[in-house]
């Protein structure tokens, strides 16, 4: 019976995720851009979906429905990469990782891209094992890009594929 309460409260859940997911594309495809933004905060803020916060993160980070604010763009897609959604990780680390909007830091790309690759993204394990793989901003560490080039193919990245059988030809343990 716990079960079925428990069962029956997830799918009522989903149900106003999706709905208010849903309504925002909706409004989005009609160009009432302002309304699609109000559902997917409300998606963000209320029911904590992943999805809203990236989708409101694009709102601010483009500037083009709302005022360009890097600030609140960057607040949004970390609270989306928190709830598991890793495109919004992947926006930061790529940011750090680029210096796109913000300044260049090695440091926290590889923080972002770790929380990525930790989720099953293969581009975040790819760029993760990069930063190991070339030293930036950590010492050099062959072994361990292997390992994060491996986790990449493992995940579906051709590029983590080829460099972790480039660094098995190498010798590279």
Do not use: P
Not at 50 to 69: L, N, P, R
Not at 131 to 159: H, P
Request: proline content about 0%.
């Amino acid at each position: 019976m716990i079960k079925k309460v428990l069962m029956a409260s997830m799918l009522i859940h989903l149900n106003l995720w999706a709905g208010l997911i849903e309504d925002g594309i909706a409004q989005a495809r009609k160009h009432n851009n302002v309304e699609a933004l109000e559902l997917f905060q409300k998606a963000c803020s209320e029911e904590k979906t992943a999805q809203g916060c990236f989708f409101s993160g694009q709102a601010y980070a483009k500037g083009t429905i709302v005022e360009k604010d890097v600030s609140k763009a960057f607040s949004f897609f970390n609270e989306s990469c928190d709830l598991g959604f890793t495109d919004g990780c992947m926006v930061m680390g790529s940011a750090y990782y680029y210096g796109r909007e913000v300044k260049k830091d090695y440091a926290k790309a590889r923080e972002i891209f770790s929380v990525a690759c930790n989720q099953g993204d293969a581009t975040g394990c790819f760029l993760l094992g990069s930063i190991y793989d070339l030293g930036q901003g950590v010492d050099r560490d062959k072994s361990k890009a292997k390992k994060v080039y491996s986790q990449a193919c493992e995940y579906g990245s051709e590029m983590g594929c080829k460099y972790k059988n480039q660094m098995t030809q190498d010798g590279i343990k």
